[in-house]
Antibody, heavy 122, light 108 residues
């Protein structure tokens, strides 16, 4: 079964750091681009970052550029999101998501994790 | 950056109704558009990709159309399980993805 399982969320003070993980199973992890998407409480979906299957290409939303780094470890089938200089408006559920096709860097997301909550508050 | 605008923001309908949700892009995105359904407390679910291709396992009552800047998601006959929030998403831009603000489909 294709599955994504996020972890690492929690409560962090403004200015702090957090590292999210997304464990993948059931597919050839290194063949697919992966993304992080977040959703603030009661709000819509916001794309955060994408990384290619090889890890060689990354894009970031303007709202997180310079503060967040996406990476992946294909030996462990795991996607990461390192978040620094966190602000209150980073408070959200963070989902990892798998690109649908091996052929496209940017593609629809066919598999999503259940999400992990990040709360930035003093 | 490409902006995506969905309408309406809220839609009230009854079981059996045919409903249409519209998504407009601020510039042409060819057919690089997806539609998702999200229920409270759950992850989004892919319904449509490349504007009109139905994802495997999605009921045939869902359909998508459009290209360029204007797109629609149609549910031909609403079922109780379809009351949820729907998002469009563009994936044409080399700067990344953009979601629409969402359309909440409510029971009338």
């Amino acid at each position: 079964e294709v599955q994504l399982l996020e972890s690492g969320g929690g409560l962090v003070q403004p200015g702090g750091s957090l590292r999210l993980s997304c464990a993948a199973s059931g597919f050839t992890f290194s063949s697919y681009a992966m993304s992080w998407v977040r959703q603030a409480p009661g709000k819509g979906l916001e794309w955060v970052s994408v990384i290619s299957g090889s890890g060689g290409s990354t894009y970031y939303a303007d709202s997180v550029k310079g503060r967040i780094t996406i990476s992946r470890d294909s030996s462990k089938n795991t996607l990461f999101l390192q978040m620094n200089s966190l602000r209150a408006d980073d408070t959200a559920v963070y989902f990892c998501a798998k690109g649908r096709s091996q052929l496209l860097f940017l593609d629809a997301f066919d598999i999503w994790g259940q999400g992990t909550m990040v709360t930035v508050s003093s | 950056d490409i902006q995506m605008t969905q309408s309406p923001s809220t839609l009230s309908a009854s079981v059996g109704d045919r409903v249409t949700i519209t998504c407009r892009a601020s510039q042409s995105i060819s057919s690089w558009l997806a539609w998702y359904q999200q229920k409270p407390g759950r992850a989004p679910k892919l319904l449509i990709y490349k504007a009109s291709s139905l994802e495997s396992g999605v009921p045939l009552r869902f359909s998508g159309s459009g290209s360029g800047t204007e797109f629609t998601l149609t549910i031909s006959s609403l079922q109780p399980d379809d009351f949820a929030t729907y998002y469009c998403q563009q994936y044409n831009s080399y700067s990344g993805y953009t979601f629409g603000q969402g359309t909440k489909l409510e029971i009338k």
